[in-house]
């Protein structure tokens, strides 16, 4: 069975602002909040959004709410350094990493586990370009050092990978059921 490969899809770029609005204030999560899902969005949005101006859209929606949190809600601005800018090419990895998957993307075993894989590669990736910059550039640290950083990376990177695979995973599952729910009910009515 294909996905079906429709125009840009609306309702999809609105259901990924509103849980980027709903969680980006939370990078860690608690009892009564979801943890950030921006990287896995990001991806999410590269593999079915695919457009150039979508990323950028989101980039802003990004950039627009950490302000806001920054500037109104009383979250810490920590982590905004000259090194803030690096997130551009940290989300540029999880946007077109997915993006080159959505030509493949289908409700398939082969397909979701693909796209899973290259959501772990690219999740990493894009964590490692965020965090180094954070941790090389962003002047938080007096003197950097390598094994430091390896410390560091290990520590903050398996959460965050963690809580993008999970989001990534839901993500696909939903795909997956809802796709082979609707030609389920395709082929019924065809009966």
């Known amino acids: 069975m294909s996905a079906v490969k429709p125009g840009f899809p609306v309702p999809l770029a609105i259901v990924f602002a509103a849980a980027m609005i709903a969680t980006r204030f939370h990078h860690f999560g608690t009892a009564l909040h979801l ?42 601005a920590f982590c905004v350094t000259p090194a803030y800018s690096f997130l551009l090419p940290a989300y540029a990895v999880l946007w077109y990493a997915g993006r080159l998957w959505s030509a493949r993307m289908a409700p398939t075993p082969a397909a979701l586990t693909g796209a899973f894989a290259l ?28 094994a430091e950083y390896v410390a560091r990376l290990w520590q903050w990177g398996p ?3 963690r809580t993008t695979l999970t989001y990534v995973a839901v993500a696909l599952v939903a795909y997956a059921v809802l796709l082979r729910a609707a030609a389920t009910r395709r082929a019924g009515a065809k009966a």
């Open 159 to 161: 959460l965050f990978v």
């Open 119 to 146: 959501a772990l590669l690219a999740s990493t990736l894009s964590f490692a370009i965020s965090n180094g910059a954070f941790y090389w550039l962003g002047g938080r640290y007096a003197n950097p050092h390598l």
């Open 35 to 76: 943890p950030d899902a921006s990287m896995a969005l990001f991806f999410l949005g590269g593999l079915w959004l695919r457009r150039h101006l979508a990323f950028a859209a989101s980039m802003a929606l990004a950039v627009l709410l950490d302000w806001i949190s920054v500037s109104y809600a009383g979250v810490s």
